[in-house]
């Protein structure tokens, strides 16, 4: 069975961070950058505390901005997000190359690599 960059990723982060990752999304700002005001999300979102640290710990899927105001979703967080909007972000036709290589390394079935 082939599994492609996404399924893996969603079995290894749980339904949860996803969860948490895909409403970040959604009440985002920015299109190629999507952000989200910090102390607004975790005001909105109490329950979330501990996997909001949890997923920023690493800055893979989750990241703040410079001024540590704002919530970044990461490119390597589109394909796992369950939200139509992110296909937009994905497609071909973006002018940003890092991105336009997630679509193709998504698309490619590449396995999620994970730390051991």
């Known amino acids: 069975m082939k599994n492609?960059?996404?399924d893996v990723a969603k079995s290894?982060?749980?339904e949860e961070k996803i969860a948490v990752l895909t409403a970040?999304?959604?009440a985002s700002k920015g299109y190629l950058s999507p952000e989200m005001r910090k102390s607004r999300f975790r005001a909105?979102?109490?329950?979330?505390?501990d996997t909001l640290d949890q997923i920023g710990t690493d800055g893979l899927f989750l990241t703040l901005d410079k001024d540590y105001v704002n919530y970044r979703v990461k490119a390597y967080a589109l394909p796992i997000i369950d939200d139509p909007n992110r296909k937009d972000?994905?497609?071909?036709g973006l002018s940003t190359p890092c991105i336009r290589f997630v679509a193709v390394i998504n698309d490619a079935g590449f396995k999620f690599l994970t730390r051991t």
Do not use: A, T
């Open 44 to 49: 909105d979102n109490p329950q979330w505390m």
């Open 4 to 6: 492609n960059i996404g």
């Open 24 to 26: 970040i999304f959604k």
């Open 89 to 92: 972000r994905l497609s071909g």
């Open 12 to 14: 290894e982060l749980g």
